[in-house]
């Protein structure tokens, strides 16, 4: 089992900044991908950004490149979105997902609000 606590959620003003983390603990393989998805109301969970275990990053929606940064941090196991310049479309809650040979995980999520 792997466990994901994320954290850095919250409301900001369009333009502004947050930073996401998750935590992952428990047993963690050696390679592994972690990625953050969102999901809007009404809308599916969408991917968001992955990082492999090495750094091989890709944005998948289109909208966040240029804004949005992942990152991770092999040796505590923590992955972190930076998002800049963000704007009311971003709005949504925002999950952590593990995932090895073995099988995948989910962080519980944390709302992002982005509103005047």
């Known amino acids: 089992q792997v466990q994901l606590v994320e954290s850095g959620g919250g409301l900001v003003e369009p333009g502004g900044s947050l930073r996401l983390s998750c935590a992952a603990s428990?047993?963690?393989?050696?390679?592994?991908?972690m990625d953050w998805y969102r999901q809007a109301p009404g809308k599916q969970r969408e991917l968001v950004a992955l990082?492999?275990?090495?750094?091989?990053?890709?944005y998948a929606d289109y909208s966040v490149k240029g804004r949005f940064t992942i990152s991770r941090d092999n040796a505590k196991d923590t992955v972190s979105l930076q998002m800049n310049s963000l704007k009311p479309d971003d709005t949504a809650v925002y999950y952590c997902?593990?995932?090895?040979?073995?099988?995948?995980?989910w962080g519980q999520g944390t709302q992002v609000t982005v509103s005047s």
């Open positions: 997902h593990y995932s090895d040979f073995r099988a995948a995980y």
């Open positions: 428990g047993s963690i393989a050696r390679i592994y991908v």
């Open positions: 990082i492999s275990s090495g750094d091989s990053i890709n």
